[in-house]
């Protein structure tokens, strides 16, 4: 099993920014994907950003375009932790954000049910 423990969020005015923080802890793979979704009031689950790790393959990233240039995906191995830098904050990008995490693949998932793990979830919520 794998728990997974988001930090971090909050409230900040919109331009601003905040580093969300993914602690991973339990069965661990030098081979893994971790994902960072949002879900807003009344809408459904939405792929943010998504890193897969091997320990052949240099650490591949995708984003969703509405954050691509905004928001950075990154890792410390050594830590088990997971970031997501947020940048250029709208009020649009509240929501409850999500990490999640997939010990059975070697690409990225933009895709939900393609992850075995999530995390409870942070708030973020940007002000205009």
């Known amino acids: 099993q794998v728990q997974l423990v988001e930090s971090g969020g909050g409230l900040v005015q919109a331009g601003g920014s905040l580093r969300l923080s993914c602690a991973a802890s339990?069965?661990?793979?030098?081979?893994?994907?971790m994902g960072w979704f949002r879900q807003a009031p009344g809408k459904e689950r939405e792929f943010v950003a998504t890193?897969?790790?091997?320990?052949?393959?240099?650490?591949?990233?995708e984003y969703a375009d509405s954050v691509k240039g905004r928001f950075t995906i990154s890792g410390d191995n050594a830590k088990n932790t997971v970031f997501l830098q947020m940048n250029s904050l709208k009020p649009e990008d509240t929501a409850v954000y999500y990490c999640?995490?997939?010990?059975?693949?070697?690409?990225?998932?933009?895709?939900?049910?393609?992850?075995?793990?999530w995390g409870q979830g942070t708030q973020v919520t940007v002000s205009s």
């Open positions: 890193m897969a790790w091997s320990a052949i393959y240099t650490a591949t990233a």
């Open positions: 339990g069965r661990s793979s030098s081979t893994y994907v």
């Open positions: 999640a995490k997939s010990l059975s693949s070697r690409s990225t998932l933009r895709w939900a049910h393609e992850y075995e793990y």
